[in-house]
């Protein structure tokens, strides 16, 4: 864990502005697809950390017990299904195999929990909306030169960032930087 370094902040320009280049990503071809998204969320993933992070900050201040308990039964969530995925070998696989799939059921199961405990607009709004607000930025924004040659350090293991690890997770690994 001591190699883990956390990446730049990309400029607000490079982000977002003039010489972002965006386009909408074919649909029809969902590995190209899953590539961009996987290294757009490598490369950028200091600038939707700080995103995310003021979204949330936005909605705990205005809802902040709905939060706290919504954001807890998510990680609890997430970290039991971490655990079995390396405990247990056909959940492990199904993760492997199906990692879309396995990254719904825990958002499902985090949705359950939650409306159970009446926290669901928190939730929603509090976590859910910045993860959308990443994924959609991380679909439609095109990689450049610099993105590229950032995410190959990555796949070869020479830089170790936390959203690799993340990835590694959920078992998207062997797709990082291709």
Do not use: C
């Not at 864990?1 to 965006?22: E, G, H, I, Y």
């Not at 290294?39 to 993933?45: C, F, I, K």
């Not at 696989?93 to 926290?119: E, M, Q, T």
């Not at 959609?136 to 990555?154: D, G, P």
């Amino acid at each position: 864990m001591a190699d883990v370094q956390p990446p730049p902040l990309r400029s607000l320009d490079d982000f977002l502005l003039s010489s972002a280049r965006f386009a909408v990503p074919d649909v029809r071809d969902l590995d190209r697809w899953n590539n961009r998204i996987i290294n757009n969320l490598l490369y950028y993933q200091s600038n939707y950390f700080l995103s995310a992070l003021g979204l949330l900050l936005i909605v705990g201040y205005f809802q902040p017990f709905q939060l706290f308990v919504g954001a807890t039964v998510v990680t609890l969530l997430f970290v039991g299904f971490v655990w079995a995925a390396e405990n247990q070998a056909p959940i492990r696989r199904f993760r492997r195999n199906h990692p879309a799939v396995a990254l719904l059921a825990i958002l499902l199961a985090s949705y359950l929990f939650i409306s159970v405990l009446g926290g669901v607009a928190v939730f929603l709004f509090g976590i859910a909306f910045p993860i959308l607000m990443v994924l959609v930025h991380a679909s439609v924004r095109l990689r450049s030169l610099k993105n590229k040659l950032e995410n190959k350090l990555e796949s070869i293991g020479l830089k170790r960032t936390p959203m690799g690890l993340f990835l590694e997770a959920l078992g998207q690994e062997q797709e990082a930087g291709s």
